[in-house]
C-alpha cells in the first residue's frame, strides 16, 4: 500500500478545498493543541475518549508526543496494526473533528471499522462538518491506492447514515456482529481522485 507523497501534507501545513465550510484537512499538528484538548473534554463527558486511542494523559502532558505518534500511525509496524493516515479538521483554525484512512483492511475491520473512521466534535455537530471531512478524505484514500472503501455504522444511527450516503456510499449489507447492539451497515464508496466543487 502506498503512502502519501510528502508534499501532500507536510507537518501542519493547511490544504485548503472549495468548501462553503471552510474546513481544511490537515496532518496532525501541534498548532491546534489547546483546541484539541478542549474537544476532548467534549468527548470525555460523552465518555467517547476511546477514539484517539486512549492517549488523553499524553495529549495533555506532551502534546508533541502525542501528535508524533498519530503521525507514526501511517508505518507498517510489529504490532500487527493496519497502518492508518490521521486528518484533523480545521476551521477557522480550530479543531472540529478527526478523519482517518486505514490502509488496508484486516479481518477484525471488515466486519466493524471498515478504511474510514471520523468523530465531529460534538458542539460543531450538525453543521455538516462529517460530511465536509469525508467528501475531502475520499481523494486521500485514492492516492493511498485504495478504488474503494468501506465504512461501517450503526443501523441506528442515522447522522452516520446520512453522511456516507451523502457521499455515495451504497448499502451492501446490514449484520448483527454483537450481541444486544445495533446491527451493523456494511457501506462501500468508489473514490474519487480530486475533490469535487460542495454544491
Known sequence: MRQLPLGWFPHGRRLTMNSPLKIQLVA?????????L??????????LSWWFGGGLETAEHDFAAFVASKLADSSRRGDGLVP?????????EQFVGRISIHHELSDALRVEGGHIGYDTVPSFRGRGVA???????????????LTEV??????????????????????????VVRENLPPKRHYWIRTISQVPSSQ
Open 131 to 145: 460530511t465536509e471531512m469525508l467528501r475531502q478524505a475520499l481523494p486521500l484514500a485514492r492516492a493511498l491506492g
Open 38 to 47: 478542549a474537544a476532548l473534554r467534549e468527548f470525555q463527558e460523552e465518555g
Open 150 to 175: 468501506l465504512l461501517t455504522c450503526d443501523d441506528a444511527n442515522a447522522a452516520s447514515i446520512r453522511v456516507i450516503e451523502k457521499n455515495g456510499g451504497l448499502l451492501r449489507e446490514t449484520k
Open 84 to 92: 492508518k493516515t490521521h486528518f484533523w479538521a480545521l476551521m477557522e
Open 28 to 36: 496532525p499538528t501541534q498548532k491546534c493543541r489547546e483546541s484539541f
